[in-house]
């Protein structure tokens, strides 16, 4: 054993102040995804579990813990968007938040603007610099080592529309530092932001 490494079992728990696994997996951008449900209400929501899993077709997905608004509208229309959460946005985006009831609209609830979808039929936050429209490609619930069923839903989407606004395009490419865009980064009220970004080629052999 290294003295100089702290070594847990999950399953003896970890002995600290709280569990380090979100602060370890960090920073991630934050699934701030918008549905609607079949009687045509609308819902947004950020989640801590997200990211992307495929360029062709591009392929998302996100986690929630709990069968929330977000996924049982998701099942039910087989449709949804993700909003980029940006530094201006913080705010409105924590808002969204709130545990609120499925009648609540947290577009309005954080003072945002539904901005209709092209090709779903689920809006998407008008004042994030990017947006990606989503089909349902399915939903899994997930379970533990033993078998268990969990309460954590994993929700995977293939993209078929992208909402860029242009004040974000510089020589053809999304300019992610001027975007903002903000992380979870940690424990409970802990977020990140892009500092300096630096390029690295990958090696062709």
Not at 19 to 28: G, L, N, Q, S, T
Not at 48 to 75: H, L, V
């Amino acid at each position: 054993m290294n003295p100089d490494v702290h070594f847990y079992d999950p399953a003896e728990g970890h002995g600290l102040r709280h569990d380090p696994f979100k602060a370890i997996v960090a920073p991630r951008l934050i699934g701030w995804i918008s549905t609607r449900s079949p009687e045509g209400r609308l819902n947004l929501a950020p989640y801590s579990f997200f990211g992307a899993f495929s360029t062709f077709p591009s392929i998302i997905g996100f986690s929630s813990e709990g069968y929330k608004d977000s996924i049982r509208n998701i099942e039910a229309t087989g449709e949804f968007a993700w909003n980029l959460a940006t530094r201006p946005l913080a705010e409105q985006m924590n808002r969204s938040s709130a545990p609120v009831g499925p009648e609540v609209d947290e577009f309005a609830l954080s003072g945002l603007t539904p901005a209709a979808g092209r090709n779903i039929g689920v809006p998407h936050v008008a004042e994030a610099p990017a947006a990606l429209e989503c089909r349902l490609l399915q939903i899994v619930r997930l379970h533990a080592l033993d078998g268990t069923p969990m309460d954590n839903y994993l929700a995977l989407g293939q993209v078929v529309g992208v909402h860029i606004q242009k004040a974000f395009l510089k020589d053809g490419l999304f300019d992610t530092h001027a975007a903002q865009p903000i992380m979870r980064a940690g424990y409970r009220a802990d977020y990140a932001e892009i500092g300096e970004m630096f390029q690295m080629v990958r090696p062709t052999a």
